[in-house]
């Protein structure tokens, strides 16, 4: 997928249908590939969802993941925490890892 067409996706997933970005002659959407102030707006969007990010940086790639924290308990009653990842993907820069793992998550 080109990152236009990642930017265009995820802009429709973020509900910006309405809003309208111009450049030049052609209606385009935020390069949130690109940019990590506007890939941000979708780890500030899963977290008004209640999601968690995280965000781990490896020798040559990035990987963003939202999830949700479990907690339960052990037949000895202590209390365990468990990290459920809805999606998660891995990229060299940090903007596209973040749009990917969108992307990854259930609608």
């Known amino acids: 997928m080109s990152d236009s067409e990642i930017n265009e996706v995820v802009a429709?997933?973020?509900?910006?249908?309405?809003?309208?970005?111009?450049q030049g002659w052609h209606e385009i959407p935020p390069d949130y590939c690109h940019k990590?102030?506007?890939?941000?707006?979708?780890?500030?969007?899963?977290?008004?969802?209640g999601f968690e990010f995280r965000l781990r940086v490896r020798q040559k790639a990035v990987i963003a993941e939202f999830a949700k924290t479990i907690y339960g308990e052990t037949p000895e009653d202590e209390i365990v925490k468990n990290w459920l990842v809805r999606g998660a993907a891995e990229?060299?820069?940090?903007?596209?890892?973040?749009?990917?793992?969108?992307?990854?998550m259930p609608n």
């Open 36 to 49: 990590i102030e506007l890939a941000w707006e979708i780890v500030t969007h899963m977290e008004s969802l």
């Open 12 to 22: 429709r997933k973020l509900g910006w249908e309405e809003q309208i970005y111009m």
């Open 91 to 104: 990229y060299p820069e940090a903007p596209r890892a973040i749009c990917l793992a969108f992307l990854k």
